[in-house]
C-alpha cells in the first residue's frame, strides 16, 4: 500500500512568486491534514479536511494559503504571494474516518520550501 | 487548549545506553499522546501512542513510554540504544479535536 506522498520535495522560489504544493493521501482515508514546520520551531496544524471540506483551518496564517480537496482525493496548497517567512517544511498527512482522537495519523515525507 | 514542552532539543548518548527523551504536556482535556520519529530524508513515523488504559505503552523498535496523569509526562525510553536510533523525535498531544499538537522536536545523536 503507497503512503502519503508529497511533492515537489524540494522547491526554491523568490519572494512574490506562487507555489503550489500537493499531496496525495493514502487511499481511503478520509481525513487530510496539512502542518509546517518553520526552521528550529514546533510543528503546526494548518488545517484538516474531511474528504473535500474543510473541518478546521485555524492553523492557516493569512490569506495567501489556499488549500483545496477537490474530489476528496488530493490536496493542494498554494502559496500566493509567497514570503520569506513561509519558508519550511510542510508536511501532509492522512488518517481513516476516526470516532475518537486516538487516530493514526500517516505523514508523507515533507515539501522543503525556500522562498529567496 | 493543548502544549506539549520537549526538554532538550539535542540529547547524545552512547551506543548501548539508555535513552530518554523527555515529553511534559498540558491538556484541558484527557489527551491521547503520541511519539514520532523523523528519521533523515524520511517522513514522520509514529513510535506509540497513548489512548486508554495501560499507561505503559510499548512501540515499535524497543521504544516505550509511560503516561504519568501526575506529572503530566509522557517520557520515551529505550533501554540501550542503536546507532539506527539516530533521528528527531517529536512529542505530541491530540485535545479535542482532530488535530496534533507537537513539541519542537529532539534531535538524538547515538555515539559509538
Known amino acids: 500500500e503507497a503512503g502519503v506522498t508529497q511533492f515537489p520535495s524540494h522547491s526554491v522560489i523568490e519572494k512574490g512568486q506562487t507555489v503550489t504544493l500537493r499531496c496525495d493521501p493514502i487511499?481511503?482515508?478520509?481525513?487530510l491534514y496539512w502542518y509546517r514546520r518553520v526552521m528550529g520551531k514546533e510543528i503546526k496544524f494548518l488545517l484538516h479536511?474531511?474528504?473535500?471540506?474543510?473541518?478546521?483551518e485555524s492553523g492557516m496564517p493569512n490569506n495567501r494559503f489556499l488549500a483545496e480537496r477537490t474530489g476528496g482525493t488530493y490536496s493542494t496548497l498554494k502559496v500566493q504571494p509567497a514570503e520569506l517567512e513561509d519558508s519550511g517544511v510542510y508536511f501532509c498527512?492522512?488518517?481513516?474516518?476516526?470516532?475518537?482522537?486516538?487516530?493514526?495519523?500517516?505523514f508523507g515525507q515533507g515539501t522543503r520550501l525556500t522562498v529567496v | 487548549a493543548q502544549s506539549v514542552t520537549q526538554l532538550g532539543s539535542h540529547v547524545s548518548v552512547s551506543e548501548g545506553a539508555l535513552v530518554l527523551l523527555r515529553c511534559n504536556y498540558s491538556?484541558?482535556?484527557?489527551?491521547?499522546l503520541f511519539w514520532y520519529v523523523q528519521y533523515p530524508n524520511q517522513g514522520l513515523q509514529l513510535l506509540l501512542k497513548y489512548t486508554t488504559g495501560a499507561t505503559l505503552v510499548k512501540g515499535i523498535n524497543g521504544f516505550e513510554a509511560e503516561f504519568k496523569k501526575s506529572e503530566t509526562s509522557f517520557h520515551l525510553t529505550k533501554p540501550s540504544a542503536h546507532m539506527s536510533d539516530a533521528a528527531e523525535y517529536f512529542c505530541?498531544?491530540?485535545?479535542?479535536?482532530?488535530?496534533?499538537?507537537f513539541g519542537q522536536g529532539t534531535r538524538l545523536t547515538i555515539n559509538p
Open positions: 487511499s481511503g482515508h478520509d481525513n
Open positions: 505530541a498531544v491530540s485535545g479535542g479535536a482532530q488535530k496534533l499538537v
Open positions: 491538556s484541558s482535556v484527557p489527551p491521547y
Open positions: 498527512a492522512s488518517s481513516q474516518a476516526a470516532k475518537f482522537r486516538g487516530f493514526e495519523a500517516f
Open positions: 479536511f474531511v474528504k473535500e471540506s474543510k473541518q478546521d
